[in-house]
């Protein structure tokens, strides 16, 4: 009997081949990195969007990371489907470790806005949005041709039940984002 390896494990696996194209964040100065974040709702839905993360050797010696993220799942399973359209708009604060390190490891912490549009005059009883609070735990890779990966498995501290917040904000979530640095810290 083979098991099955889960998808988030799938997902942080699949990052180490890209150690080798990777050389340490050992610069000074800023870094703007802008693009894709691809996520995953566990037994839900597909919701993609766009992320920009900061950090400056000011912000805790580029260990803290802020970012700006908008998922939707109109870019994921509501693509074709009768999926319900929904958005996450959320700030987020990371704390990386080991920034000289090829591979960094990292916990973040969303704040932010989550709304379900239901289609239909029939659910217009249903509570349609709520706060987002998440938390995250993953990986940071940083390549040398300015293309970083990040993978890591979240929490949302604030979930629906249908009745006073939306029945599809589910607890736990994954996520790849591939971002360009757009703003590159100068080498040493």
Known sequence: MRLKRPASATLLWGLLPLGLLTSPARGQGAALDAGLRFQKTLNLYYENGLTVQYRSPRLLKSRL????????????SAIGSNAIK?????????????????????????????????????????TSSSP??????????????????????????????????????????????LTYALLKPAAP
Do not use: C, M
């Not at 990371?65 to 994921?76: F, K, M």
């Not at 000289?100 to 912490?109: A, D, G, I, K, M």
């Not at 990966?149 to 029945?167: F, R, W």
């Open 132 to 177: 987002l609070l998440s938390t995250e735990l993953g990986l940071l890779v940083p390549t040398r041709y300015r293309i970083n990966a990040g993978a890591s498995v979240g929490y949302n501290l604030i979930t629906g039940d249908g009745s006073d917040s939306p029945g599809t904000l589910f607890p736990l979530f994954y996520q790849l984002s």
């Open 86 to 126: 929904q958005d996450n708009v959320f700030v987020s604060g990371a704390y990386l470790f080991r920034v000289e390190r090829t591979v960094q490891p990292f916990v973040r912490l969303n704040a932010g806005w989550f709304r379900a549009d239901y289609e239909s005059d029939i659910f217009k009883d249903l």
């Open 65 to 76: 990371q802020v970012g700006l993220t908008h998922v939707s799942s109109r870019l994921g």
